[in-house]
């Protein structure tokens, strides 16, 4: 079984800057997929970013240059930096990984960007 926490969301200008962790705990080895999902109010969830253990680096094509996703793996954390925020990346964003064939997600933080 995996849990993950998440930490870092909260209320940015437009412009500034979030970084959002995700720390994956349990008997884990070599984790396939550590990513970022996000749900804006009334929206689908879709995909952030996404990084592989092998090194591996996917953006939404709306966040490339924005935003950087990074992962320690020695930690089993991956982390969102995510720069030039705009109002538009207002969502709930949710860690998910991907172990073992099995899709875990975190609960969500809150990321509010005002204008």
């Known amino acids: 079984q995996v849990q993950l926490v998440e930490s870092g969301g909260g209320l940015v200008q437009a412009g500034g800057s979030l970084r959002l962790s995700c720390a994956a705990s349990g008997t884990l080895f070599a984790i396939n997929t550590m990513g970022w999902y996000r749900q804006a109010p009334g929206k689908q969830r879709e995909l952030v970013a996404i990084?592989?253990?092998?090194?591996?680096?996917n953006y939404a094509d709306g966040v490339k240059g924005r935003f950087t996703i990074s992962r320690d793996n020695t930690k089993d954390t991956v982390y969102l930096q995510m720069n030039s925020l705009k109002p538009e990346d207002t969502a709930v964003y949710y860690c998910?990984?991907?172990?073992?064939?099995?899709?875990?997600w975190g609960q969500g933080t809150q990321v509010t960007v005002s204008s």
């Open positions: 998910h990984v991907n172990y073992r064939t099995m899709d875990y």
């Open positions: 990084a592989t253990y092998g090194g591996t680096r």
